[in-house]
C-alpha cells in the first residue's frame, strides 16, 4: 500500500472514531473543551505522522496510542486539578451516561482507567488493548481484574451509603 493510500485509511478512521476518540481523551481530562484540544491536536499528530504507519491493520491502535499519550502530555503540561463539577453543565452529559460509574472511575490509576475504558466503554477486544498498551494479553486481563475488583467495592460502598 502506498503512502496516499495509507493516508487516507487515516483520515477514514478517524472520522469513523472521533467521537471514540473524544470519549477517551474526556476520561483522562474530564472536561469537555479539553478533551476536544486533545482530540484535535491527537487528529493533526495523525495525519503529520500517517507515514509512519506500516500497515493498515494496526490504523485503529496507532490512533489509540496517539489519543492516550497526547491526554496524558496533556495533564502533564497543564498539571491543574480538572474540575469535574464543569463537565456536567456543558450539556455533554451523554459522555458517559452513569455518573456513578464515572466518578468510581477516579480511583483507578491512568492505566486501570485506560483499560477499563477501552474494554468496556470503547467494546474494544483484550488483544486489541495490549496490542494498544505495548502489554501481555495475560496482563491486561490480571490489570482489567483488579481494576473491576476495586470497582465492584467502591460501587458497593456507595449503594451501603445510599441506603443507611
Known amino acids: 500500500m502506498n503512502a496516499d493510500d495509507l493516508q487516507k485509511k487515516v483520515e477514514e478512521q478517524i472520522l469513523d472514531s472521533y467521537e471514540a476518540m473524544y470519549r ?10 479539553d478533551a476536544l484540544d486533545i482530540v484535535q491536536e491527537s487528529v493533526y499528530k495523525a495525519i503529520k505522522y500517517s507515514g509512519r504507519v506500516r500497515q493498515e491493520a494496526h490504523i485503529r491502535t496507532w490512533l489509540w496510542r496517539i489519543v492516550m499519550n497526547t491526554a496524558v502530555d496533556f495533564i502533564r503540561k497543564n498539571s491543574r486539578e480538572i474540575a469535574t463539577d464543569e463537565t456536567h453543565e456543558t450539556g455533554r452529559e451523554d459522555v458517559y451516561q452513569d455518573f456513578d460509574t464515572l466518578e468510581a ?7 486501570e482507567k485506560t483499560i477499563v475504558v477501552l474494554r468496556f466503554f470503547e467494546d474494544l477486544k483484550l488483544d486489541d488493548i495490549a496490542r494498544i498498551l505495548n502489554e501481555n494479553t495475560s496482563t491486561v486481563k490480571t490489570v482489567l481484574y483488579r481494576s473491576l475488583k476495586k470497582l465492584r467495592v467502591r460501587l458497593t460502598e456507595g449503594e451501603m451509603l445510599y441506603e443507611g
Open 24 to 33: 477517551l481523551a474526556y476520561t483522562y481530562v474530564r472536561n469537555e473543551e
Open 105 to 111: 472511575l477516579e480511583i483507578l490509576d491512568e492505566r
